[in-house]
């Protein structure tokens, strides 16, 4: 199967009608980047055969697109949050908890959290708004055996990546991973990993407690969009030609700081 990423982008669950350029070849630059440092945890979706391999002529292509397994996706979204911002952070302030899970007092946003948490959400249908869930539902939506495994797998694949991305200057907050179940039932990572389009990424330089730190990811966007008074339903504004344009410049500058010298 043939993946290629778009240079489209989603915010609040409703695609931008304004394209991000060369969005997609960077995704899939650091997308691979990951998926070959974490290989040694978990199975991922490569194949090993190249664009040109399935498609011959695929010049145009090439640098955004990846032959993957075909898989049976995990119906639910996989989120770790190693830090308190966003939708947790709302939660928290209201009751103490992201998704049933229990967190000390006193956190405020950007609080790097005890351990990083696993707070699982419903996949909605293309146009609404994914749900937060318990670990007691996720557990009722794909099996007890499946859901430990997914925790158990996207919580190994943070704290590795995290731990790395922190010797080139970058805090990643949260992320979201996508898992499915190869012909033979076995759990592997797929989609994208680790994009500023999945997580949420801070500079280790700009972090402080009790604020919320500049970011190198679409939260950028996100924040223009906040704050310009859309009702968060199709369809979006349109986003100004400078807010694309750092948009672009964040997500390179991802890119760059975490493969440079990479081992």
Not at 138 to 163: N, T
Not at 178 to 198: A, C, I, K, Q, R
Not at 221 to 249: F, H
Request: charged share 25%.
């Amino acid at each position: 199967m043939l993946m290629v990423a778009a240079d489209r982008l989603s915010a609040f669950d409703v695609i931008l009608d304004d394209p991000i350029p060369r969005k997609g070849e960077i995704l899939t630059q650091i997308s691979n980047f990951w998926f070959n440092k974490l290989a040694h945890i978990m199975p991922n979706h490569f194949t090993g055969d190249s664009v040109f391999d399935v498609l011959p002529r695929a010049e145009a292509i090439q640098h955004r697109a990846v032959v993957c397994k075909r898989l049976v996706p995990v119906k639910i979204e996989s989120i770790v949050r190693g830090y308190l911002t966003g939708s947790g952070l709302k939660d928290y302030q209201k009751t103490g908890t992201i998704c049933g899970l229990a967190l000390p007092e006193g956190l405020v946003e950007a609080s790097k959290l005890p351990e990083p948490i696993f707070t699982p959400s419903s996949k909605a249908e293309v146009g609404d708004h994914d749900i937060n869930i318990s670990y007691a539902e996720c557990e009722r939506q794909i099996g007890v055996e499946l859901a430990a495994k997914v925790r158990d797998a996207a919580i190994a694949l943070y704290k590795e990546a995290a731990d790395y991305a922190l010797t080139k200057g970058i805090i990643i907050c949260d992320t979201k991973f996508e898992f499915g179940l190869d012909e033979n039932g076995v759990l592997t990572l797929m989609d994208e990993v680790l994009t500023p389009d999945s997580s949420r990424f801070w500079s280790v330089e700009t972090y402080q407690e009790g604020s919320n730190p500049p970011s190198f990811d679409k939260q950028f966007i996100r924040d223009w969009l906040e704050q310009s008074g859309w009702n968060k339903q199709a369809p979006a504004p349109s986003v100004p030609a400078d807010v694309i344009e750092k948009t672009v410049a964040k997500y390179q500058e991802a890119l760059d700081l975490l493969t440079k010298s990479a081992v």
